[in-house]
């Protein structure tokens, strides 16, 4: 799978849009952008995935460059709750195999 | 629909005693995967395993640990002769057969501390 980049922590006002970036140069034709968050000490949560086309959810929406060299996950109004790890991963569909998690992004929603 | 569960959500073991970790997937699917998460740290894959078949154990330590999947029953997650380092928590998912989006379902993690 290919690598991601992603900013250490990043802060967000309660009520505004958070988002996240990610870097993913490397990615192939064939490899699908995930989104994950791991809010304290939870299990991890699945978010969104993408191929090209930017997709939305009632989570959230994923806004991916055209030359998919890079991808932005939107949360449209953070809130408290929405505080956690996002991690971005680069994988490819219908195969089942592990995932592998980066370092991710702590995001803080601030009151 | 139930999601994944695993139990005990919390383990204390001493240092030598074995620790064993349930993990039943969602209702119809016959994947799981384990997890590791040490503290400060991120998630680590550990195992795959479909119904009496373990797929990819690249992640497994080489002694001391060891995962099945039988035919009826939970995933189970063993380690034996626990030490200090274990302390961990574990994360099973799961997934379906079919899985054309890839996704997996993660259940809430057993935590584990050896004293």
């Known amino acids: 799978d290919a690598k991601t980049t992603q900013p250490t922590s990043m802060d967000c006002a309660e009520g505004r849009a958070a988002n996240l970036p990610c870097n993913h140069s490397?990615?192939?034709?064939?490899?699908?952008v995930y989104w994950y968050r791991q809010i304290h000490s939870q299990g991890p949560q699945y978010i969104i995935h993408?191929?090209?086309n930017n997709e939305t959810n009632e989570m959230a929406s994923l806004i991916i460059t055209e030359d998919r060299k890079s991808s932005t996950l939107i949360l449209p109004h953070a809130t408290l709750r929405d505080t956690a790890v996002y991690y971005c991963?680069?994988?490819?569909?219908?195969?089942?195999?592990?995932?592998?998690f980066g370092k991710g992004t702590r995001l803080h929603i601030l009151p | 629909n139930a999601g994944v569960m695993q139990n005990p959500r919390h383990l204390v073991r001493r240092r030598g005693q074995e620790a064993r970790l349930r993990c039943s997937p969602m209702?119809?699917?016959?994947?799981v995967y384990w997890y590791r998460q040490l503290p400060e740290e991120g998630l680590k894959f550990m195992v795959y395993?479909?119904?009496?078949?373990?797929?990819?154990e690249s992640g497994m330590p080489k002694e001391r640990f060891s995962a099945e999947f039988p035919k009826e029953g939970p995933s189970i997650l063993r380690i034996q002769q626990v030490v200090r380092g274990d302390s961990a928590a574990y994360f099973c998912a799961s997934s379906p057969a079919r899985n054309s989006y890839n996704e997996q379902f993660f259940g809430p993690g057993t935590r584990l501390t050896v004293l």
């Open positions: 991963i680069v994988r490819v569909v219908n195969r089942d195999d592990k995932i592998i």
């Open positions: 209702k119809g699917h016959s994947h």
């Open positions: 490397t990615i192939s034709g064939n490899e699908y």
């Open positions: 395993l479909q119904k009496e078949n373990i797929i990819d």
């Open positions: 993408g191929l090209k």
